[in-house]
Structure formats: C-alpha cells, structure tokens
C-alpha cells in the first residue's frame, strides 16, 4: 500500500498548485453585477484532532480494535469559491503534513468467539505518525435569499479522503495462560510486558463518496458574515489496509455502506473588499462501515501461527470495521483578484 501511495503523491501534490493557479487565471469581477462571475481563493493552515479505528468482527463479536491518534494532524488547506449569480461551486483540498500524531493502540479480546466479549486478552502500544493525508471536496449549490442578509442554498458533491498511518517502537503485553495454550485466556494484565522495535505496522483509510447538503449565509454587516452548513454522504465506498510488519501479515478491508457527516462554520472578517480573513471550526464523522476482510500472508510469514503460507489468502465476510472522527479547525485568508 506504501509504495502505491508513493507513486501518486506527485501528482496529489498538484492539487493545491492547480487551485491557486485558477485563482491567477479567474477573471476579476464585482458582485455589483449578478450576472458577472465572482471568484474567491482561500488559503491557510488546518488543524484536526480526534482519531481513526479499525474493528475486527466474529459472528458480530469484537475480537480486535486498532485505535489511532489524530492529536493533531496539521494541513495546508486551499479552496475556490466561484459564485455566477445565485449559482456558486466550492472545491477545496486540504494536505496533511507527516508529522507524529500520538499513539496507537492494538486491543483483543480473543474469547468473544466464546460469548465472553469482556476481557481484553493482548494489548499493545506504539507510536503514531501521519504517512499522508488527503482531502478534497467539490461543492454545486443555489442560493435563496431571504430577506437583505441571509441566504440558504441546497447543496450536492463529492468527497475523497485518503488517510495513512505508520507505528514505530512501543511495547506489548499477551495473556500468560501458563501451560494451557488453548482459550478461555485470561486478561492481558497477566502477562509480561515486552518492548516493540522499529517499524510495527503501516494503515490507511480511503473514502469517497457522494454529498447532499445545506448551507447558511449571515451578513449582518460589510466587513463581517457567518457561514454554516452540513453536508452529508448517506453512502460510502471505502478501503482500508493493515500492514502487520513484524508478523508479515497483510489485512486488507473492502466497504460499502457507512456514513459521512459533517458540520462546519466559518466566520469571515472583510477589512477590505479584495481580501479577507477567515476561522473555521467543524467535525468530521465517519461509521457504519462493515466489510469483508483479506487476509494475505507475505515473505516470512510464519504458517503454524498465522495458518497462512506466503500469498495465500483468507477472506472473512462481514469481519472489518472503520470509523473516524475528529474536530476541524481551520485560519486562512481568501482573495478576491
């Protein structure tokens, strides 16, 4: 999964050059004339706090759940706004920077195939870093005014997400169930403690998906409005991969289904009719995702442990899981050429 996401991230990282190239090339206007086209570049810096997780299922039993940090991951975001009369187009993309987000942290519960769905069996801890992130949205809506200072305007799109992570170090601690090696296990608190080197294991989540949503424009006075609006995708086509390193496993996740929400608002500063500042503040959710489960073994894969021989596969239906969630924060200034 690294390598492919390696390819691609030259051409990802057009994506913000090609908004502020149309902000160049857009033609000055005014919104004195409706008909006239207006145009709006926006760019700053982004915050999001908050964590991604990864399930697997038995039977509609947890047996696992990967738990990782977004504390924090910061972007560049940039976006374009153009308005032709009440018909407006946002599109906006937002890249994340590969800086350490936090932990990551690897829970079981090895005897919920045996009904009990309470006790954690291993539990293990590392350290999280940001692999990529990718974010893009396009936007077509109407605006109704109503009255002199506020506008309302459905709104429909789409929305792509591409999210990587890698876990480095840290330390695990398994069951000791003495000389029975069979389950029922007992809790991972009565095993040893056991340190984690180098390179764990590599995740990521892609999403995309159709939107539906509703905007709200406020403004009360020249210099300054408000703006919210929630956008919606009642389905989502989504991946997600799980690169076990050191057990040379490789789990890889296929959904259809889920949801995307997210709410967001932005309140705008104009000192100036050519420029302005802006602060947004938003959540993001994602969950509903149920999928089927690969399993692939790689070079080095141990058969006895793992039942696998290198690339040979297992599928396991209805077996994985993926949620996000995460808050948005977001300062930038927007230009009108």
Same mark, same amino acid.
């Given at each position: 999964?690294?390598?492919?996401?390696?390819?691609?991230?030259?051409?990802?990282?057009?994506?913000?050059?090609?908004?502020?190239?149309?902000?160049?090339?857009?033609?000055?206007?005014?919104?004195?004339?409706?008909?006239?086209?207006?145009?709006?570049?926006?760019?700053?810096?982004?915050?999001?706090?908050?964590?991604?997780?990864?399930?697997?299922?038995?039977?509609?039993?947890?047996?696992?759940?990967?738990?990782?940090?977004?504390?924090?991951?910061?972007?560049?975001?940039?976006?374009?706004?153009?308005?032709?009369?009440?018909?407006?187009?946002?599109?906006?993309?937002?890249?994340?920077?590969?800086?350490?987000?936090?932990?990551?942290?690897?829970?079981?519960?090895?005897?919920?195939?045996?009904?009990?769905?309470?006790?954690?069996?291993?539990?293990?801890?590392?350290?999280?870093?940001?692999?990529?992130?990718?974010?893009?949205?396009?936007?077509?809506?109407?605006?109704?005014?109503?009255?002199?200072?506020?506008?309302?305007?459905?709104?429909?799109?789409?929305?792509?997400?591409?999210?990587?992570?890698?876990?480095?170090?840290?330390?695990?601690?398994?069951?000791?169930?003495?000389?029975?090696?069979?389950?029922?296990?007992?809790?991972?608190?009565?095993? /040893?403690?056991?340190?984690?080197?180098?390179?764990? &294991?590599?995740? +990521? *989540? =892609?999403? @995309?998906?159709?939107? %539906?949503?509703?905007? /709200?424009?406020?403004?009360?006075?020249?210099?300054? &409005?408000?703006? +919210? *609006? =929630?956008? @919606?995708?009642?389905? %989502?086509?989504?991946? /997600?991969?799980?690169?076990?390193?050191?057990?040379?496993?490789?789990?890889?996740?296929?959904?259809?289904?889920?949801? %995307?929400?997210?709410?967001?608002?932005?309140?705008?500063?104009?000192?100036?009719?050519?420029?302005?500042?802006?602060?947004?503040?938003?959540?993001?959710?994602?969950?509903?995702?149920?999928?089927?489960?690969?399993?692939?073994?790689?070079?080095?894969?141990?058969?006895?442990?793992?039942?696998?021989?290198?690339?040979?596969?297992?599928?396991?239906?209805?077996?994985?899981?993926?949620?996000?969630?995460?808050?948005?924060?977001?300062?930038?200034?927007?230009?009108?050429?």
């Amino acid at each position: 999964m690294d390598s492919n996401h390696r390819n691609f991230g030259g051409l990802k990282a057009w994506f913000p050059v090609l908004a502020l190239s149309l902000a160049i090339a857009a033609p000055s206007a005014y919104a004195e004339d409706p008909a006239k086209p207006d145009f709006e570049a926006t760019s700053g810096l982004g915050l999001r706090y908050g964590g991604a997780s990864a399930f697997v299922y038995d039977r509609g039993r947890k047996l696992s759940e990967l738990d990782w940090d977004i504390k924090p991951l910061v972007s560049i975001d940039s976006s374009a706004r153009l308005s032709i009369g009440h018909f407006v187009s946002d599109f906006a993309v937002s890249m994340g920077l590969p800086l350490s987000s936090g932990l990551i942290t690897d829970s079981d519960w090895q005897n919920a195939p045996l009904g009990d769905t309470t006790t954690k069996t291993n539990y293990s801890v590392s350290a999280a870093a940001i692999g990529h992130y990718f974010d893009v949205g396009l936007l077509f809506g109407y605006d109704f005014p109503i009255g002199g200072k506020l506008s309302l305007a459905p709104e429909i799109g789409f929305r792509y997400c591409d999210i990587a992570w890698s876990a480095e170090g840290g330390w695990l601690q398994y069951a000791d169930n003495g000389s029975n090696a069979s389950p029922p296990y007992n809790s991972w608190t009565t095993g /040893a403690k056991s340190p984690i080197y180098g390179l764990v &294991s590599t995740y +990521g *989540q =892609v999403y @995309a998906g159709f939107l %539906l949503g509703l905007r /709200a424009h406020w403004a009360p006075s020249t210099v300054f &409005s408000l703006e +919210g *609006q =929630v956008d @919606a995708a009642p389905i %989502l086509v989504a991946i /997600a991969v799980d690169n076990h390193v050191f057990r040379n496993v490789t789990f890889s996740d296929i959904f259809l289904g889920g949801y %995307l929400v997210e709410p967001l608002v932005t309140a705008t500063y104009s000192p100036h009719p050519d420029w302005a500042l802006k602060a947004r503040l938003g959540w993001t959710l994602i969950g509903g995702l149920v999928g089927d489960d690969i399993m692939t073994g790689s070079s080095g894969v141990d058969p006895a442990l793992e039942g696998l021989n290198p690339g040979q596969s297992q599928t396991f239906v209805n077996a994985a899981g993926a949620a996000l969630s995460a808050l948005r924060l977001g300062f930038s200034a927007s230009f009108q050429p």
